[in-house]
C-alpha cells in the first residue's frame, strides 16, 4: 500500500514562492500519475496540477497556469510543486494524489491515493 507525504508548505508573502515535495513510499511511481489538489478555507478540494505516467504530459487549473510548474522524479520516488508569484488566494492546504497508471487526469475520482495534506498560507 502506497504511503504519500507532503512537505515544504508554511507561510510566505504574495509574490513569494514555495516549493512542494511529495514522497512515496510503499509502492514505486513509475507508470501512474501523479496530481496536486488543494482544499481552501470553507471550500471544497480542487484541481491543482497533474503529470502523466512519463513526465512528458501535464495539466494545470486555470488559476495557478504559467506560475506553477509540476514536475516528477522517478529515481526518487517523489513528486514536486514548485509555485511561484504567490497569492493571498492560494491559502489552502495541499494534498498529494496517486493517479492511474499509463494515463493523466484531472478529476480527483481517479485518484486512489493521498497525502495527509501540507499548510500553505499566503499573506498579503
Known amino acids: 500500500q502506497v504511503s504519500l507525504v507532503e512537505s515544504g508548505g508554511g507561510l510566505v508573502q504574495a509574490g513569494g514562492s514555495l516549493r512542494l515535495s511529495c514522497a512515496a513510499s510503499?509502492?514505486?511511481?513509475?507508470?501512474?500519475?501523479m496530481g496536486w489538489f488543494r482544499q481552501p478555507p470553507g471550500k471544497e478540494r480542487e484541481f491543482v496540477a497533474s503529470i502523466g505516467w512519463s513526465g512528458s504530459t501535464t495539466y494545470y487549473a486555470d488559476s495557478v497556469k504559467g506560475r506553477f510548474t509540476i514536475s516528477r522524479d522517478d529515481a526518487k520516488n517523489t513528486v514536486s510543486l514548485q509555485m511561484n508569484s504567490l497569492k493571498p488566494e492560494d491559502t489552502a492546504v495541499y494534498y498529494c494524489?496517486?493517479?492511474?497508471?499509463?494515463?493523466?487526469?484531472?478529476?480527483?475520482?481517479?485518484?486512489?491515493?493521498w497525502g495527509q495534506g501540507t499548510q500553505v498560507t499566503v499573506s498579503s
Open positions: 510503499g509502492r514505486t511511481l513509475n507508470n501512474y500519475a
Open positions: 494524489a496517486l493517479g492511474p497508471r499509463f494515463t493523466v487526469a484531472i478529476n480527483a475520482r481517479a485518484y486512489s491515493a
